[in-house]
Each structure stands twice: as structure tokens, then as C-alpha cells.
């Protein structure tokens, strides 16, 4: 099958008389006949369902649908984005190892990495997108366990270059973890370029609708932890569960069923049935919204880049953008519906724009089917002085415009009218 048609298909195939679109499977717990068939379950030498938190039939459909989205060998969703993030690494680093990271990434990812990680005993350098493979390569130390990024990065609109980052993780046998969320599958497969680990928030655009927080992530099979010889965890026996030894007993997809037996049984940060099920609505009709945001999206960021009270414009289809090159690699298809924009009248003119607007909205929220913008320097960066805004990539009139899927003449006609109102403030 074709990609659109998997994102119908993929992970549920209804037998003679089932119900045609995916059930939800309301229940936390499964019914056994023997208590040596539950034994078996709890020592993963037999697989079924037993507890919730764990697996969930309902969960497991859209799992396997996105394993088979990204190209990978299997998924665990998780309850949000962040859990998805947190386990991704904390499946293969502990106190006492180091990774390296994209620089350019979500807010939370990098709070997430530099705080929360650091008092866990994990070490992070980040690292900016476009440094070259020998300055890449001068960050690995003994302990470094393993690369991160983000395909299009939130909100300053980069292009991470996975086959770089994925050449520098290899020659140092350590896996390469991506975050796939604005691309997804649909616009970039990271497996693909040597990605061996892909994380989503699919609260983003795998949802579209703003209606359930979610994570995943994806194992490609592809990363061989007995040859590197880095990972005891995951080829020396886990007393947990009677010696069982990931790398031996689950072969290539030793690493997801090691996040799931071990993070998600201990962490619980899993995805509900009924998530499960709006999640999977959304990935139906996910190659259609995207390239209604692509389209959407260039014709607004050729809009702005036409406006004389605009400063700059970031997004991929403008000629004005730096490396056209990796998004042209990357991302065949089209950019997403994210754009980063700054007014020239800074901090005043983005909250008097925002204020104006009537279609778009203003959340804490992007990648949605509607119109939404977020000011930062009013909001999530509003502690922040002009000069510290600066210092951390935001410009006072920064705006991240993540554009939906109304008509184009209704998005534009309320970004010119928001635009002349804030250039008269
Ligand atoms: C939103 C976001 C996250 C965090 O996901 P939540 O679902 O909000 O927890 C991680 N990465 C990226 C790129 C995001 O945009």
C-alpha cells in the first residue's frame, strides 16, 4: 500500500462482520483462564494484553499504523509529546552518560534536556544545526550515548540535516533520535536518512485538531546495540523480568519493547483507548490537511515577505531562505503550515497584530486545522527583557503563524487587516 492509503488501512483490518472503523477498547484490564498463561505474560515469553497502561488493543492499532507511517518495526504511543521525548532517551542514557543536541529545538525539549535531564545525572551539549560533521564529532566523548533533533524545528523554522547528524552518530555506533513532529511521516521519513529513533508529539499535526495530547515513538530496527558494545542495558540479561536480554530475545525491535517493559511499566505515561482512537482519526485524513497547511502556508509567507512593515519572514518556499538545500532534500513535498515572521514595530506592533486578528486565533498551541498564532515576547517569553529575548533567537515581534486550513482569501484578508491596524500603533 501506498502512504495515504496506509494511514486509512495501516494497523486495523477488520475481519468478516467487524466493525469497519477502529473500536475502542474501553477496558483496563484482560481476562485469563490459567495463572501459568499470565506467568508467561509477565516473563514476555508469550505476548497479549493484560493491563492498560502497558498495551491496549485499541493503542496497539495506531501504534502499528505509525510504525508502518515512519517505516519503523514498532511504536509506543505515550501521554504527550514530553513523555515521548523523556523516554527516547532515558530508554538508552542513565547518570553518568552525555548526549548531544540540536540547539534549535521546542522550548520544552530543551528546558526538558537542560534542567530536568542535568538533576537526573544526564549531561547534554547542544549543538547548532549547521556546524560541520569535524565540529559535530569534537562534542562526542567517552560517555556520549546518542544525537537529538528536530526535522523542522519549533519555532525557528530549521532544517535539521539527519544524514549528517545520523553520519557522525554512527561512526561512534550511537543511535541518532529524531523528532519528527512538524514534517511528519507525510513530508519526511527520518528512517529513511539514518534516523534509528523518531519521536512525535501527536498532539501536533498526526492529532490536527487540537482535541487530545499524545506522543509516540517509533523504533526503525535498524540500530545494532550488540556491535556497538555501548549499551549493557540492552545485551546484558534485565533481572526485572528473569534474565531476559533485549538485543537477543527481541532482535530488531529490542528497543521499543525495552521502552514499553521497562519505562512505560514504571513511568505510566501511557496513551488512552479513547486517544488512541482521535489520534488515529486524524492520521486518516493526514496527507489531505497537509497539503492543504503546504499550500496554505507558502501563499501566506509569500504575502508577508511582500510587506514593508515586515522584517523577515522564515519559511522554506521563500528564495529568501538560508538553506533552501535541506529543505529541498528533506522535505519534498512541502514545508508544513509553520511560519515565523517579525514585525519592524517589535514588541507594541505583535501585540497590537495579535489583538486585531479575527479568523486566526491566539493558543498556546500549533499545527491545529485553524488559524493560530503565538507572540512570544508576550507571552511565553514575556519575563524576558528585549536584549535576553534576543539572546535566545526571539526578536521582540517575533510571531509564529502556524496557518490552517480555511479558505486562503479569509486568512489573508484578516492578516492585511491585523497588519495595517498594528503599523498604525
Ligand atoms: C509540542 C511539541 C513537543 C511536546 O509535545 P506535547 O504533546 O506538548 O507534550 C515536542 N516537540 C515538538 C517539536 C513540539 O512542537
Known amino acids: 500500500m501506498k502512504f495515504d492509503s496506509k494511514c486509512l488501512h495501516a494497523g486495523y483490518v477488520p475481519e468478516n462482520g467487524a466493525p469497519q472503523t477502529f473500536p475502542i477498547c474501553q477496558s483496563t484490564t484482560f481476562r485469563y483462564r490459567s495463572t501459568e498463561q499470565v506467568a508467561k505474560l509477565f516473563d514476555l515469553t508469550e505476548s497479549g494484553f493484560f493491563y492498560t497502561r502497558l498495551a491496549n488493543p485499541s493503542v496497539d492499532m495506531v501504534e502499528k499504523k505509525i510504525a508502518d507511517l515512519e517505516g519503523g518495526v514498532g511504536a509506543m504511543c505515550t501521554s504527550s509529546g514530553q513523555a515521548a521525548s523523556f523516554m527516547s532517551i532515558v530508554n538508552i542514557l542513565g547518570a553518568g552518560d552525555h548526549f548531544i543536541s540540536s540547539s534549535s529545538i521546542y522550548g520544552g525539549t530543551f528546558n526538558l534536556f537542560a534542567v530536568t535531564l542535568k538533576k537526573l545525572g544526564i549531561e547534554v551539549t547542544f549543538v547548532d544545526n549547521y556546524a560541520s560533521e569535524s565540529e559535530i564529532q569534537k562534542l562526542i566523548k567517552p560517555n556520549t550515548k546518542a544525537i537529538f533533533g528536530e526535522t523542522i524545528t519549533n519555532p525557528s523554522i530549521e532544517v535539521f540535516d539527519i544524514e549528517k547528524f545520523a553520519k557522525v552518530a554512527h561512526a561512534n555506533k550511537i543511535p541518532l533520535i529524531v523528532d519528527n513532529t512538524f514534517a511528519t511521516p507525510y513530508l519526511c521519513r527520518p528512517i529513511e536518512f539514518g534516523a534509528d529513533i523518531v519521536m512525535h508529539s501527536t498532539t501536533k499535526y498526526m492529532d490536527g485538531h487540537a482535541i487530545q495530547m499524545g506522543g509516540v515513538i517509533v523504533d526503525s530496527g535498524n540500530f545494532d546495540w550488540e556491535a556497538s558494545g555501548k549499551f549493557p542495558e540492552f545485551t546484558q540479561p534485565d533481572a526485572s523480568y528473569h534474565g531476559v536480554i533485549y538485543s ?178
Open 248 to 425: 537477543k530475545d527481541f532482535g530488531k525491535s529490542a528497543y521499543i519493547v525495552k521502552a514499553r517493559v521497562q519505562l512505560m511499566r514504571d513511568f505510566g505515561c501511557a496513551q488512552t483507548p479513547m486517544g488512541a482512537f482521535l489520534l488515529n482519526q486524524g492520521l486518516e485524513t493526514l496527507p489531505v490537511r497537509m497539503d492543504r497547511h503546504c499550500s496554505n502556508a507558502e501563499k501566506v509567507a509569500d504575502f508577508l515577505s511582500k510587506r514593508s512593515d515586515v522584517e523577515f519572514v522564515t519559511y522554506p518556499s521563500l528564495p529568501s531562505y538560508k538553506h533552501k538545500d535541506l529543505a529541498e532534500k528533506y522535505l519534498p513535498k512541502g514545508y508544513s503550515g509553520v511560519i515565523a515572521f517579525s514585525l519592524k514595530g517589535g514588541r507594541k506592533a505583535g501585540q497590537v497584530f495579535i489583538d486585531s486578528l479575527q479568523l486566526a486565533s491566539l493558543v498556546v498551541h500549533v499545527a491545529d486545522i485553524r488559524t493560530c498564532v503565538l507572540h512570544p515576547a508576550s507571552s511565553t517569553h514575556r519575563q524576558l527583557s528585549d536584549k535576553q529575548l534576543q539572546e535566545s533567537g526571539v526578536t521582540p515581534g517575533l510571531i509564529r503563524l502556524s496557518v490552517g486550513l480555511e479558505d486562503i482569501e479569509d486568512i489573508l484578508a484578516d492578516l492585511q487587516q491585523a497588519l495595517d491596524k498594528a503599523m498604525k500603533a
